[in-house]
């Protein structure tokens, strides 16, 4: 067989042969299936051989034809659209019916989607109620967690998982209530009456109106900052089986409904090794404090005593496509804002760390998460936000990707094995004669 591996177990001397599968592209996406191994036994009541791979650094857990990534270039492509060409010439809304239905809408389409999600932006009024019982001072990411799962008591529906009809309602929904939701969270902590949607703006124009509009009988957003936000959201639309891909798969899969699946993805992202790392970037910026301290501060990071945040990636291993983009994008953002005075001290530390030997030889580049928090800062977006401005367009992504797993005849529940290092069997001994 050509397309095969030959094991031998040595163990028993016997010989397997393992057929050996590919993606469509690129050819070298070559696979083993992990069951095949099961049949290398050294007695017919062996349970047979398990893969261990902790962390999936070596697993593939599904096919998906939504997001590709090539590491050692920096590559990304949407649905085989490179991320350069999607951020320069279409709009967000766009790209996210393009994640969704894996082609690009025709003006027909692309009008009819954008006015489902312009219809359902608005949230139930006991929605409002409930995020009224979160402290003044919550983190929005915790607030956002908490308020899309109370969603799935709200639209039982959404339970239907099997039903396409329902399937296409709660991705409005959930694409067109995200920002609402983010937005109030934001109003909430710093005790500002919610400001409701328009729709006379677009997705992003919309969502500073949420965010800013104050006694102003009707929001303008500025056009640059509008354009800038809907590219940011193109860049963080998707990005294949991350962490919080992963968390939208695995909770989906034991059917559960979209709602409380996509809180579970926002709190897998939440932390500072995924979305939460914007935020951190900006803290590290501000605790530099100036450009002189950035080769003490790498120095101290290359001990160990902390990482640089926004650097590293476990797939790219070359500048992330994305993070050279925003450094084109801030630049055109501090034409309206004034330049933030983080940036220099960011562009200091991406200077030294990428002639640095320890950052060369472990391949760490600047990640996405590097440049998009100064841009949120110069557009008054204040720090604890910079996680939910990263869920509010990857919900797009995890809802393709639940999409593709409901789809999938191979996908069952999610259920890794494990290898048992605890104790063999034992009996146990009376509390009154133990220790
Ligand atoms: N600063 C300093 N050292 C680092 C960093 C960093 N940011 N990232 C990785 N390393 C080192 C790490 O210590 C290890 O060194 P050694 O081989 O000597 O032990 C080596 O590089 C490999 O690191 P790893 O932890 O095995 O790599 P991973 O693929 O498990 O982790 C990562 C990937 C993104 C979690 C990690 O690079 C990291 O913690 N980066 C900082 C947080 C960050 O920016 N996260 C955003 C990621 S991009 C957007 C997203 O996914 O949300």
């Not at 399937?167 to 983010?182: C, E, F, G, N």
């Amino acid at each position: 067989m050509a397309d095969s591996l030959t094991i031998t177990d040595n163990r028993t001397g016997k010989q397997y042969e393992i057929p050996i599968e590919y993606g469509t592209y690129p050819k070298r996406s070559a696979f083993v299936r992990a069951f095949d191994l099961r049949q290398i036994k050294v007695a017919d009541d062996d349970f047979g051989l398990l893969s261990y791979d902790p962390s999936f650094m070596n697993t593939a857990s599904c096919r998906s034809a939504v997001t590709f990534i090539e590491g050692d270039e920096g590559t990304l492509r949407y649905r085989g659209y490179a991320i350069e060409e999607l951020a320069h010439k279409s709009s967000f809304l766009e790209v996210a019916y393009l994640i969704l239905h894996g082609e690009l809408p025709t003006p027909a389409q692309l009008e009819e989607w954008r006015w489902q999600i312009t219809h359902h932006t608005i949230l139930h009024e006991n929605i409002k109620t409930f995020m009224e019982g979160f402290r003044y001072d919550a983190h929005p990411m915790g607030i956002l967690v908490g308020t899309v799962a109370a969603l799935s008591t709200f639209y039982p529906d959404a339970k239907n998982i099997t039903d396409v009809r329902s399937r296409s309602i709660q991705i409005h929904r959930l694409v067109a209530k995200m920002p609402t939701i983010a937005a109030f969270a934001y109003r909430h902590s710093i005790g500002m009456p919610y400001a409701y949607p328009d729709n006379d703006l677009s997705y992003t124009g919309n969502f500073l109106n949420m965010m800013y509009k104050m006694t102003e009988l009707k929001y303008q957003p500025d056009p640059v900052l509008e354009h800038v936000l809907d590219v940011l959201f193109i860049l963080h639309a998707d990005h294949e089986q991350n962490c919080s891909a992963n968390a939208m798969r695995s909770v989906a899969s034991s059917h559960s409904d979209p709602f409380v699946a996509v809180a579970a993805a926002t709190a897998a992202l939440s932390g500072p090794l995924h979305g939460g790392a914007n935020e951190r970037v900006l803290r590290m910026l501000q605790e530099i404090g100036h450009k002189d301290q950035v080769a003490d501060y790498v120095k101290q990071a290359k001990s160990g005593e902390y990482r640089l945040m926004g650097f590293g990636h476990r797939v790219y291993k070359n500048y992330d496509p994305r993070a050279r983009i925003l450094k084109e994008l801030a630049q055109q953002v501090f034409e309206v804002t004034g330049k933030n005075p983080l940036l220099d001290i960011a562009l200091e530390l991406e200077r030294i760390a990428l002639e640095d030997d320890y950052f060369v030889e472990r391949k760490l580049y600047p990640n996405v998460d590097f440049y998009s928090g100064i841009i949120y800062q110069a557009m008054g977006f204040p720090t604890d936000m910079f996680p939910v401005l990263f869920a509010l367009p990857r919900t797009v992504g995890w809802l393709a990707q639940w999409q593709e797993m409901l789809k999938d005849p191979e996908q069952k529940i999610a259920r890794p094995r494990q290898v048992y290092t605890g104790e063999s069997e034992r009996s146990l001994v009376p509390l009154e004669v133990r220790g």
